[in-house]
């Protein structure tokens, strides 16, 4: 026998008689693709990192500093921008604001959007469907004007419950859209196996379709949210004073003159992170949400 290894099949014999598998290399195809593949996701994950990675070192720099190219990356971080963000200009109650507009629009939205599209679903309402749809497709900005003639007639611009409604009217038919095609998704023999068992149809989506709809409800209710908390368009011509958001409140920030880089950057930062942190650790439902109706047949 020769001292060179000998091929067997898939496998290889030593000259001691010993048998070994053989490493197959992969063909240059598909670790071409491979390597493709984990470019093109590097470049999209610095593509999404880099905005956030400079908005924060920015709002640890003094305005100096974000003007001077050589300080772009050694620099010395302060505080200053935070406190003054924080403390002098009353932050705390613009994330008050925020949060409470986002937080009842949201709510409201899930209690009329749910049981709206779980009848769309279930009855086939298709011109109804259709109504929501158009109204996903409206640009906001074209109902500012008519809003705001209405809601002024009616001493209404500048409190709470303006905002909250012209935010339901983008949330409900974001939420009536994303839940009736979870509705779609679920088998319709799940009701009525409990009817059979005695509940009514209302008992059968209390008890049945309802618990099993959670991710759903997720979902659509933290894609409200979402866009409640970061809506500027709707609070910049309908808050007041004292209903101020954030997204308005950094506006403060932009001058006629000049414009404070570093604290505007300190309140944007403070509006992004709450909503990355609710993104993290909600994922989960995001994606079981987004990804319901996809394996409908």
Known sequence: MSKSLLSAGSTQVDPHGTARPVRRRKPLSVRAYKWFRVGALTVVVLA???????????????????????KTIVFTPTLENYVNVITRNNYFVY??????????ST?????????????????????????????????????LVPWYYVFSNMRMVGGFT?????????????????????????????EESAQVDGLTPIGAFQKITLPLSVGGMATAGILAFIFSWNNFMF????????????????????????IDWGGLMAAATVVTVPIM??????????????TAGATKG
Do not use: C
């Open 48 to 70: 999404l990192l880099a905005p956030l990675a400079w908005l924060f070192a920015s709002s640890l720099k003094t305005n100096v500093d974000i003007y001077d190219a050589t």
């Open 235 to 258: 609070a910049l011509v309908l808050s007041g004073a004292h209903t101020k958001t954030l997204p308005v409140a950094i506006f403060d920030f932009v001058s006629y003159a000049s």
């Open 95 to 104: 994330i008050f604001n925020s949060f409470w507009v986002a937080f009842v």
């Open 162 to 190: 303006v905002l909250i409604l012209s935010h339901m009217f983008v949330a409900l038919p974001l939420i009536v859209y994303i839940m009736m095609s979870y509705f779609d998704s679920m088998p319709l023999e799940l």
């Open 277 to 290: 942190v609710i993104a993290l650790f909600t994922q989960k439902y995001i994606v079981s949400g987004m």
């Open 107 to 143: 709510v409201l939205s899930l209690v009329l959007g749910v049981p709206a599209a779980y009848a769309m679903s279930r009855f086939t309402m298709q011109r109804s469907a259709l109504v929501v749809l158009m109204a996903r497709v409206i640009p906001g900005i074209s109902l």
